[in-house]
């Protein structure tokens, strides 16, 4: 969306501190033993309580609130009764919801307690990149730009990006123009990013894998023989440097 108002800039201030809060207390709540449904839950009562609804249940029926990915899923885990935290894991979780017509998305990737699979250097280049690729964006900036910086601050971290996966638009709905923020450089794409609009800002990283497969439950996408990760903000593109909508009370800020 387009920021037109100052009732716009405060609806979209007001659901992206409701994830960006959810989010950080999730991954708070997490711990070795509890099921992906138990997080899940837990992540509901918090939306619940400030009146906000899940996007991906709103969209497209999505089986739970959150999407919770673990280890080699890249996105879009589906909460599970039967799967439990283990001591080292990496998780993903994707927050979005809606507010009074507004939408935000907020994920991070983070290890469970002790990091004894060797993982951390993985989650800190994904947060560092986006943070970098965020500080680059400014209003009529080409996207294929900002793609190009993720990939070449990936490789040269020791990783490999996702190319099946991307940002995109957000405000009055979960995805909205653009849908191609990549994470890789693709010179055939000419859009370049717009003052006063709203976007949801992605890095999807790897150890090994390039693109992401179907797990087989109609959801859950994985990278094979890989690890990955996901961070993502919700950001208001300006002149100058951005607003990160989401940046509120981030464990992995």
Same mark, same amino acid.
């Given at each position: 969306?387009?920021?037109?108002?100052?009732?716009?800039?405060?609806?979209?201030?007001?659901?992206?501190?409701?994830?960006?809060?959810?989010?950080?207390?999730?991954?708070?709540?997490?711990?070795?033993?509890?099921?992906?449904?138990? #997080?899940?839950?837990?992540?509901?009562? =918090?939306? %619940?309580?400030?009146?906000? $609804? +899940?996007?991906?249940?709103?969209?497209? /029926?999505?089986?739970?609130?959150?999407?919770?990915?673990?280890?080699?899923?890249?996105?879009?885990?589906?909460?599970?009764?039967?799967?439990?935290?283990?001591?080292?894991?990496?998780?993903?979780?994707?927050?979005?919801?809606?507010?009074?017509?507004?939408?935000?998305?907020?994920?991070?990737?983070?290890?469970?307690?002790?990091?004894?699979?060797?993982?951390?250097?993985?989650?800190?280049?994904?947060?560092?990149?986006?943070?970098?690729?965020?500080?680059?964006?400014?209003?009529?900036? #080409?996207?294929?730009?900002?793609?190009? =910086?993720? %990939?070449?601050?990936?490789? $040269? +971290?020791?990783?490999?990006?996702?190319? /099946?996966?991307?940002?995109?638009?957000?405000?009055?709905?979960?995805?909205?123009?653009?849908?191609?923020?990549?994470?890789?450089?693709?010179?055939?794409?000419?859009?370049?990013?717009?003052?006063?609009?709203?976007?949801?800002?992605?890095?999807?990283?790897?150890?090994?894998?390039?693109?992401?497969?179907?797990?087989?439950?109609?959801?859950?996408?994985?990278?094979?023989?890989?690890?990955?990760?996901?961070?993502?903000?919700?950001?208001?593109?300006?002149?100058?440097?951005?607003?990160? #909508?989401?940046?509120?009370?981030?464990?992995?800020?």
């Amino acid at each position: 969306m387009s920021l037109k108002s100052e009732e716009d800039l405060i609806g979209m201030q007001q659901i992206s501190q409701i994830v960006g809060s959810t989010l950080n207390r999730m991954q708070q709540y997490a711990r070795p033993g509890m099921s992906t449904l138990d #997080l899940d839950q837990y992540g509901r009562q =918090l939306l %619940e309580q400030h009146g906000a $609804r +899940s996007a991906p249940k709103l969209t497209y /029926n999505f089986p739970g609130w959150t999407c919770i990915s673990l280890n080699e899923e890249v996105c879009h885990g589906i909460p599970s009764a039967k799967r439990i935290l283990q001591e080292g894991d990496l998780i993903n979780i994707d927050v979005s919801a809606e507010l009074n017509g507004y939408w935000s998305d907020n994920g991070g990737s983070f290890v469970l307690g002790q990091d004894v699979h060797q993982r951390s250097d993985l989650v800190e280049a994904s947060k560092r990149i986006l943070a970098k690729a965020i500080s680059h964006i400014r209003g009529g900036v #080409l996207l294929a730009d900002i793609g190009r =910086l993720i %990939e070449t601050e990936a490789k $040269r +971290s020791g990783y490999r990006v996702i190319k /099946n996966l991307a940002g995109h638009g957000i405000g009055r709905s979960l995805h909205e123009e653009p849908h191609d923020i990549l994470c890789y450089y693709d010179r055939s794409i000419k859009t370049r990013f717009r003052k006063n609009s709203v976007v949801a800002i992605e890095t999807f990283l790897s150890t090994n894998a390039t693109y992401a497969h179907e797990k087989g439950d109609g959801w859950t996408l994985i990278a094979k023989n890989s690890v990955a990760v996901q961070h993502e903000h919700t950001i208001v593109v300006t002149d100058k440097q951005p607003i990160i #909508l989401t940046a509120a009370n981030q464990l992995w800020d």
